[in-house]
């Protein structure tokens, strides 16, 4: 098992330097499903420790990339080593040392949830004796470990994903990767399977990179790039992000959008566009705007909003468009369904 | 567009103090035989747990060799008596009975691997550090294993359809029902590789199992057939796996040379009699080169 070049803090490695990587290194990563480009030439590192976040909406390459770093689907161009291994080169390198958890439920709903898990580890080959005391951590983890005779098909939902990731864990990976990891949970069941991951990460040492395209959970990971039709738009901490946008977001809902946008451009040299139906645009100091925007526009106005910069403005202020926009528009679908049926 | 990826940050924190673990990390052993075969024990073992599960599907198997048996066996004996030379149609039926009791089981076990794809556990096994090789083999070992076990219910049969329970006799049907179970298994597993849909899969099964169970010579002797019939009788792989179990029956069975002639007359290619053994190594033979195209369609990745 080869040993981990650990690289922290001022390390400014460029993904492909010399075999040192961190936890996940990848350079030019590409997929081609025929004439649609789903990852255009990704790069990145993961450090040893870290919570890395994909963030970008359904259709973005997120699900592809991981599938790619998993061995799931093999790169078009480009490489990637994972923990320490080349995805192509050293499949079952990358795989003995890496858990997964789908975006779709991969459990056996007709056994019982220590029967998924006694098979999981047979297929990693988890030395016998270490099988029960092993199981017992991580079901207990999760919260699961009283149910564990109970029918997998008779958990709801939130149960299922933290059974889910009490298997990714259970062979000790070194990176543990998330796909969508709460998506279609209710809030509650989502902050709770929050709770758990960060509680994971007080108790093992492990790197974490998930993919979501809810802007709050971005917010828990240590860095995050956000990925949008192929590409990497930008990759910092969320909060270095959010300082770089700065400001704060205004959205109106005007009688006539297109007479507003133009006249805020006129009056203000502002540049708003519209988002969520919305005419939207980021301004510094939003409250102190508002008079001046109510003295001056010239226009009807039925509403206003101001916000703080979050994430969805750092995605809105690099791509034109909110990330819920951008779910909504046709050819991300087409994109998604594309790659969901290319990777199965 | 550009990527602006930005290095990697100092925030990253490199492990914020790990509390001791309780139990020593596991440490996944490097791929070796034994991972492969404890790889090919887990598919196959799932196999078993879900079919013991499913007390259901052992029932209603049974529904359609009970039909055949008894029912049309029964119903047809008045009118087919003149040709069996006091032969029960039931027991003339039985071993064609058997194999679609098999090759249904067979068939279904296949077709959870359509689930497993739509359902996802597919993934999550493909992910692991073992071969595609192993998944298919387990796949296929375990298909034969339940079938076999659901051709064992009916053989518990074969009494009352006056075929004596002679331990060569038993054993004899037995390798034989599971090297057709085998290749059924195989056949569907091969199917499955390219079918995503369930409704689609058992379709194209059903499509291909009744000619199979039809052209056979289940339900009738391989003699003095018209050309078209006779050239498909000897295409079906059902006719070799029925035909030497018919052949072992009737040698446990007292009964004229007539009826054994116009009853058994045993395949012939071009007039030459296939022996019993080279009937079975044929079965055998198209379930090894099915079980390889379907490794091979498994191995494939996008």
């Keep these: 098992m080869s040993q981990q070049t650990t690289t922290t803090g001022d390390a400014q490695v460029a993904p492909a330097a010399a075999g040192v990587s961190g936890a996940v290194s990848v350079s030019g990563l590409t997929k081609r499903y025929g004439e649609v480009e789903a990852v255009r030439g990704v790069d990145f590192a993961v450090e040893v420790g870290e919570t890395f976040g994909f963030l970008g909406p359904n259709g973005a390459g997120k699900s592809t990339t991981i599938s790619m770093l998993c061995t799931l689907v093999s790169p078009t161009a480009g490489s990637a080593l994972v923990a320490g291994h080349d995805i192509v080169g050293e499949r079952d390198e990358v795989r003995r040392n890496i858990g997964l958890v789908f975006q779709d439920t991969t459990l056996d709903g007709y056994l019982t949830a220590e029967q998924n898990l006694r098979l999981h580890a047979e297929l990693y080959g988890v030395p016998k004796q270490l099988v029960r005391g092993r199981m017992q951590q991580v079901m207990e983890m999760v919260g699961l470990w009283e149910r564990r005779d109970s029918l997998v098909n008779h958990f709801s939902g939130g149960m299922k994903r933290r059974l889910e990731i009490a298997r990714g864990l259970l062979h ?61 738009i930008v990759l910092d901490t969320p909060e270095a992000l959010k300082a770089q946008v700065g400001k704060d977001r205004v959205q109106i809902e005007a009688e006539d959008p297109p007479a507003v946008i133009a006249a805020l451009k006129q009056r203000f040299d502002l540049d708003a566009v519209i988002a969520e139906g919305k005419v939207t645009f980021g301004v510094t100091n939003g409250e102190h705007f508002l008079p001046r925007l109510f003295a001056e526009l010239g226009h009807p106005i039925r509403g206003v909003s101001v916000a703080r910069p979050s994430l969805d403005d750092v995605f809105l202020s690099y791509t034109g468009t909110t990330i819920r926009d951008a779910e909504s528009s046709e050819n991300n679908d087409r994109m998604r369904n594309l790659a969901r049926m290319m990777s199965r | 567009m550009a990527t602006r990826a930005g290095a990697p940050s100092e925030l990253a924190p490199a492990g914020a103090v790990p509390a ?19 790889a090919i024990k887990v598919v196959w073992k799932r196999e078993l747990i879900r079919f013991s599960h499913d007390r259901l599907r052992i029932l209603t198997a049974l529904m359609q060799p009970f039909l055949f048996l008894f029912v049309l066996g029964t119903g047809l004996s008045r009118i087919a008596s003149a040709g069996t030379h006091g032969v029960s149609l039931r027991t003339f039926v039985y071993p064609g009975v058997l194999c679609m009791a098999v090759m249904f089981t067979a068939m279904f076990s296949a077709a959870s691997l359509v689930w497993d794809r739509e359902f996802g556990f597919l993934r ?132 004229s040379a007539v009826a054994r002639h116009d009853l058994v007359p045993g395949v012939t290619w071009f007039g030459w009699h296939v022996p019993g053994a080279l009937e079975a190594a044929v079965v055998g033979l198209l379930g090894s080169v099915m079980l390889g195209v379907a490794i091979f369609q498994f191995s494939k990745t996008d």
Excluded at chain 1, 216 to 227: F, G, Q, T
Excluded at chain 2, 20 to 38: H, N, W
Excluded at chain 2, 157 to 184: N, S
Aim: glycine share 6%; aromatic share 8%; hydrophobic share 50%.
């Design chain 1, 172 to 232: 000790s990976p070194r990176v543990l990767f998330l796909d969508e990891p709460t998506v279609g949970l209710d809030p509650q069941t989502r902050s709770s399977i929050w709770s758990y991951i960060r509680q994971l990460k007080t108790q093992e040492q492990i790197t974490i990179f998930l993919t979501t395209h809810y802007m709050d959970e971005a917010e828990y990971c240590d860095r995050i790039a956000i990925m949008d039709q192929g590409q990497i």
């Design chain 2, 124 to 255: 999550e096994m493909m992910v692991a550090p073992v071969r595609r090789s192993s998944l298919v083999l387990g796949k296929c070992l375990g298909g034969a294993t339940v079938a076999g076990f659901q051709g064992v219910i009916v053989l518990v049969l074969a009494g009352l359809v006056g075929i004596p329970y002679a331990i060569p006799l038993l054993l004899e049907i037995c390798v034989l029902m599971v090297m057709l179970a085998f290749t059924i298994t195989a056949f569907g597993v091969m199917v499955a590789a390219r079918v995503t849909q369930i409704q689609s899969f058992m379709a194209l099964m059903q499509m291909a199992i009744m000619p199979m169970f039809f052209l056979s010579g289940a339900l009738f002797p391989v003699i003095g057939l018209p050309l078209w019939l006779s050239i498909l009788n000897r295409l079906d792989p059902l006719t070799y796996a029925v035909d030497p179990m018919r052949r072992a029956i009737f040698n446990h069975l007292h009964v």
């Design chain 2, 20 to 38: 001791v673990p309780e139990v020593a990390g596991v440490r996944v052993p490097a791929r070796s035989a034994r991972g492969e075969l404890r």
